[in-house]
């Protein structure tokens, strides 16, 4: 009975993700770039050719592309990955619900190349970009503030550097001295 019941699961998902793409306009290749697959398996899952995804990865990339929960999908499972709870993505999603644009509009704001990893740090599978160039971009389709954009950046290099092994109170006075000089870099001070 449950065989019965299978393809009945994958035509609800597999309709799901086709309304969506034909209600938001977003073209099938712009979809699989954004989620990490091909073409042609975006169009196999959406007619229904192969058995809807059931790889936590992929089913976390659609649903945020989609702006639901990845529970929503009867397929999706428990998370492969860790989730980072970052306070810089919150951040990020309130200014898009502030700003009003969708996570596709988002996206397609990013070179192509870029806009897997922009639904993987949103998702929570990746922290936010270290480079301080990536994070003025965003900010700047978010119209987030200098002060706000920097605020992350050093919190994420102070991360960063913790990680990777240095005490970052025993080195206060070298912390802050650099980024003392990266203030005045991005005109801040």
């Not at 920097?150 to 912390?175: F, I």
């Amino acid at each position: 009975m449950s065989t019965k019941n299978k393809p009945i699961i994958q035509e609800k998902s597999s309709e799901k993700v086709a309304k969506f793409l034909e209600s938001s306009s977003l073209h099938k290749k712009d979809f699989a770039e954004m989620i990490g697959v091909t073409l042609s398996y975006v169009y196999n899952l959406i007619d229904n050719t192969i058995p809807f995804s059931t790889r936590g990865t992929t089913l976390e990339r659609i649903a945020t592309v989609m702006e639901i929960e990845p529970e929503e999908f009867e397929e999706y499972k428990i998370p492969q990955e860790p989730i980072l709870v970052d306070e810089a993505v919150e951040t990020f999603h309130n200014a898009m619900k502030k700003k009003k644009i969708s996570v596709v509009n988002f996206l397609k704001a990013f070179p192509r190349k870029k806009r897997l990893e922009m639904v993987d740090m949103l998702r929570g599978a990746l922290p936010v970009p270290i480079d301080y160039k990536e994070l003025e971009l965003i900010g700047q389709v978010l119209d987030l503030g200098k002060d706000e954009i920097y605020a992350m950046w050093e919190k994420r290099v102070r991360q960063v550097l913790e990680t990777n092994g240095m005490n970052v109170y025993a080195n206060a006075a070298l912390v802050n001295s650099m980024f003392d000089c990266a203030k005045k870099f991005v005109n801040l001070k």
